[in-house]
C-alpha cells in the first residue's frame, strides 16, 4: 500500500513539472513575441517617419542584427507614393528540449 501511495505522489510530481515546463516555456515565448512585436512596429515608424531613407532602413537592419533578429525592408514606388514591406524573423528557443522554432512578423510603411 505504502509503495502505490510513493508511485502516485511521483507521477503527480512529474505531471506537476511539465505542467509548470509548459507554463514557463509559453510565457517567455509570450515575452519574446511581444518584444519583436514592438521592434517591428518602431521600425515601421522609423521607415515612415524618414520617407524611406536608405542610411535609417540600414541602421534599423543593423539594430535588429544586435538584437538577434533578421530584418528584411523591400521599399518599392508606386504611382502616388512610396511604400515598403517590412519583414522581421526571429527564432524562439524551447528550454530544455532545445527545439527552434522560426517566427515571421510582417507589415508595411507607407
Keep these: 500500500m505504502k509503495l502505490q501511495g510513493m508511485i502516485s505522489h511521483f507521477i ?3 505531471l506537476l513539472m511539465l505542467l509548470m515546463w509548459v507554463g514557463v516555456t509559453y510565457v517567455s515565448q ?10 517591428h512596429s ?16 540600414k541602421d534599423c537592419e ?3 542584427e544586435g538584437e538577434g533578429y533578421r530584418l528584411q525592408v ?3 514606388d508606386r504611382g ?8 522581421l524573423e526571429m527564432s ?12 515571421v512578423i510582417e ?4
Design 42 to 57: 518602431g521600425v515601421v515608424r522609423q521607415i515612415e517617419n524618414s520617407y524611406f531613407d536608405k542610411q535609417v532602413i
Design 74 to 76: 523591400e521599399s518599392y
Design 62 to 64: 543593423r539594430k535588429a
Design 107 to 110: 507589415g508595411y510603411a507607407r
Design 80 to 87: 502616388n507614393g512610396r511604400d515598403a514591406r517590412v519583414r
Design 92 to 103: 524562439f528557443t524551447f528550454p530544455v528540449i532545445q527545439k527552434t522554432k522560426q517566427y
Design 30 to 39: 509570450n515575452i519574446q513575441y511581444s518584444s519583436a512585436k514592438k521592434f
Design 12 to 14: 503527480l510530481f512529474v
